[in-house]
């Protein structure tokens, strides 16, 4: 797993969020704390695969939340800073 990439998708959906949460509508709020307790427990995921690289649940926990960082993150695909190479379907070589 590309850890520094999942970190890049990390932060620039984090940033995106803290965007959104300064908008009033209340659903808006909502939405944004479900994706900020999601990144949240993608990056425990992460830094435990990190510590236990030879431990197959902790790399695969960190596999998927890193899945679902890529699919939260083609919300901004028009975004300046959002990278082609983090889309879903991008194969990595």
Known sequence: MDFAMFREVSAFLDKRVDEGV???VPRALHAAEAKQRV???AGSAVELAEALP???SAQAAAEVYFAVLRMLATEYQSHEDYRLEWWPEHEEE
């Open 22 to 24: 300064r908008e009033p």
């Open 39 to 41: 990144f949240n427990e």
């Open 54 to 56: 030879e431990e197959p």
